[in-house]
Nanobody, 117 residues
């Protein structure tokens, strides 16, 4: 079993920045992909960014050039640096992890990001 705990959400003005963090804990696991997706009321869930164990990154078109995902492998931690935030970035952001081998997927509890205009 893997637990994911996010932190770093909050309220920020348009154009501001936030950094989200997510720490994975448990025992006997190896993570293949870590990432972030977001969910806003009435809007389809969106995979914002992901990073694989070999460092391959992928971003949603809506955040390219503004968000950066990074990972500290030794600490099982993933970060999402969000710059030039827009009101449409307002959502609950969830950390996700997919394990090597069986591909089990886990999700954190989520952290609220609110961008005020």
């Amino acid at each position: 079993q893997v637990q994911l705990v996010e932190s770093g959400g909050g309220l920020v003005q348009v154009g501001g920045s936030l950094r989200l963090s997510c720490v994975a804990s448990g025992s006997g696991f190896s993570i293949y992909v870590m990432g972030w997706y977001r969910q806003a009321p009435g809007i389809q869930r969106e995979l914002v960014a992901s990073i694989t164990s070999d460092g391959t990154r992928d971003y949603a078109d809506s955040v390219k050039g503004r968000f950066t995902i990074s990972r500290e492998y030794a600490k099982n931690t993933v970060y999402l640096q969000m710059n030039s935030l827009k009101p449409e970035d307002t959502a609950v952001y969830y950390c996700t992890a997919v394990l090597h081998g069986g591909g089990d997927q886990y999700r954190g509890q989520g952290t609220q990001v609110t961008v005020s205009s």
